[in-house]
C-alpha cells in the first residue's frame, strides 16, 4: 500500500492550501487516516485525522483553520488549510491506520487494525 500526497507548495500568511492523499496499490481496509507534520529541527507532530466514523481531531495550534475530509470509498483524504501562518511551515506526512482485508476481500473489524502507513511527505512552506 502506499499513500501518495500532493499540493504542498509555497503561500503567504493568511493564504490556503489543500493537501491530498490518496492511497494505492494493495486491496486495504482504512479505520483512520490523517495527517502529521515536521519542522526542521522539530519533532514530527500530529496535526489532524478523521476517523472511519467520520469524526475528527485537530491539534490546538490549527483548530479553526484546517478542515479535514475523506472519501472511504477512495480511501482519499484531504487537508484544507486556512489562514496559513509562518509556524504552519514543515513537511506534511499522509498516514493511515489499517491493515489487508480478509481472504475472501472483507475488512471486518480486526482487518482495520495494525499497520501504519505513511506518505514520503510534501513541503510545504508559508512566507511571512
Do not use: H
Request: net charge neutral; glycine share 12%.
Amino acid at each position: 500500500v502506499q499513500l501518495v500526497e500532493s499540493g504542498g507548495g509555497l503561500v503567504e500568511t493568511e493564504g490556503s492550501l489543500r493537501l491530498a492523499c490518496a492511497a494505492s496499490g494493495d486491496p486495504v481496509c482504512l479505520s483512520s487516516m490523517g495527517w502529521y507534520r515536521q519542522a526542521p529541527e522539530k519533532e514530527r507532530e500530529l496535526v489532524a485525522f478523521i476517523r472511519r466514523s467520520g469524526s475528527t481531531y485537530f491539534a490546538d495550534s490549527v483548530k479553526g483553520r484546517f478542515i479535514i475530509s475523506r472519501d472511504k470509498g477512495e480511501n482519499t483524504v484531504a487537508l484544507q488549510m486556512n489562514r496559513l501562518k509562518p509556524e504552519d511551515t514543515a513537511v506534511y506526512y499522509c498516514n493511515a491506520v489499517g491493515n489487508r482485508p480478509s481472504v475472501t476481500g472483507v475488512c471486518g473489524i480486526e482487518n482495520y487494525y495494525g499497520m501504519d502507513y505513511w506518505g514520503n511527505g510534501t513541503l510545504v512552506t508559508v512566507a511571512s
